[in-house]
């Protein structure tokens, strides 16, 4: 199997404001809420959201965890290229989201 890039992985839903406090649940379930900024694009773009609001000692163990669930879909991508790459887009993505949330309170 020919080696993926970064832009081989389709777009999907993308959440636009994902972060810890818009899950609610238990320990086995939980569910993501206000999808308001919720748009179609390259999954990495909410990984950055997520892991400012986590604790930096779980950050690294999350991106372990999101890089294996993307190469068990998508064996011979590179996850953890694609996060810096698109890392500086997904805060600028963030930045638009959060002006507009300002501009309607």
């Known amino acids: 199997m020919p080696r993926s890039s970064p832009a081989d992985c389709p777009d999907t839903l993308v959440h636009g404001d994902l972060h ?6 238990t320990e086995r379930t939980l569910t993501l809420l206000d999808w308001g900024d919720s748009g179609i694009g390259h999954p990495m773009l909410d990984q950055p959201a997520f892991l ?6 779980y950050a690294e163990t999350i991106k372990e965890y999101w890089a294996r669930a993307w190469l068990a ?3 011979g991508c ?17 930045a638009v989201i959060y002006r507009r949330f300002l501009d309607n309170i």
């Open 20 to 25: 810890p406090g818009n899950f609610r649940g």
């Open 52 to 57: 400012d609001r986590v604790a930096s000692e």
């Open 73 to 75: 879909w998508l064996p």
């Open 78 to 94: 590179e996850p953890a290229r694609a996060a810096g790459l698109l890392a500086p887009i997904a805060a600028a993505r963030q």
